[in-house]
């Protein structure tokens, strides 16, 4: 698989676009779950454009955006230059520059199947005070609840460069492996976008997995996907829905942790 620090440099602007930010909704649920605070410093891991790391500058915490991909992270500090409680380093989740013990929680949004997973445990367990959090979150869309969902499915299992293997990627996570010893809790939500064919198309090409426009079958799959959203729509619209998954949980102590890897 191409490497996962330079993925996305082609696909900023559609990702900017027509990719979907975080549920307002995780904002309560740390409060309630997590003791999160305006005062809570924060370390964004694989915060690329900035969507996850804008919903906690909203509520008032300092945030340290960590991301490897020129390109992502750029488009991120363009995106959060008006909030001065926003840091960005280039680096990478294994490797964070972060002082010992200086994070009160960590998430990775859209990220953490990216990581090499044992250094990132390490690591995370290193940045994290004592009684730290460690929350993790994916937009994953909802297949089965619509035939355009079913259908948007269909075209990438048929044109995508290697969408099963991301797939897997991601579903191969073992979350509560990388929590152990320690338990990690689980939230959904349900959530949707609202997009005519334009938007979309461009939500299909801000994949990783998604043809690039040189691509021989580009056109053919650009092609069936009209088709998909004209046996769709209404009023000149599809949903596209999703659900958010959300697990949050503590981590060992890095010393503990390196003993047993």
């Known amino acids: 698989m191409l490497d996962p620090t330079k993925r996305f440099s082609n696909r900023v602007e559609?990702?900017?676009?027509?990719?979907?930010r975080y549920p307002a909704a995780i904002i309560p649920l740390l409060e309630s779950e997590c003791g999160l605070t305006r005062e809570t410093v924060i370390a964004d891991i694989g915060s690329g454009t900035g969507f996850m790391t804008e919903l906690f500058l909203k509520h008032g915490n300092r945030v340290f955006g960590i991301e490897p991909n020129e390109e992502?992270?750029?488009?991120?500090?363009r995106l959060l230059a008006k909030y001065p409680k926003f840091f960005s380093l280039n680096t990478t989740a294994e490797t964070t520059t972060l002082p010992d013990n200086s994070m009160d929680l960590i998430i990775a949004g859209q990220a953490f199947h990216w990581f090499d997973r044992q250094k990132a445990k390490v690591e995370f367990a290193r940045i994290l005070k004592p009684e730290g959090w460690l929350v993790l979150v994916w937009n994953g869309?909802?297949?089965e609840s619509s035939p355009l969902m079913r259908g948007y499915q269909e075209l990438l299992l048929r044109y995508g460069t290697d969408y099963q293997e991301v797939s897997r990627e991601i579903e191969g996570c073992d979350?509560?492996?990388?929590?152990?010893?320690?338990?990690?809790r689980r939230a959904r939500f349900d959530f949707k976008q609202v997009f005519d064919f334009e938007g979309?198309?461009?939500?299909l090409l801000s994949a990783s997995y998604a043809p690039e426009q040189t691509a021989p079958r580009f056109g053919q799959m650009i092609d069936e996907l009209r088709a998909v959203f004209e046996a769709n729509q209404g009023d000149g619209t599809v949903d596209f829905d999703y659900e958010t998954e959300v697990y949050y949980g503590q981590l060992a102590s890095s010393k503990a942790i390196a003993s047993r890897l």
Do not use: D, H, T, W
């Not at 979350?175 to 990690?184: G, H, L, T, V, W």
């Open 200 to 203: 979309l198309k461009g939500r």
């Open 141 to 143: 869309f909802r297949v």
């Open 72 to 77: 992502m992270r750029s488009a991120g500090e």
């Open 175 to 184: 979350i509560e492996a990388f929590f152990s010893p320690e338990k990690c």
């Open 14 to 20: 559609n990702y900017l676009k027509y990719r979907p």
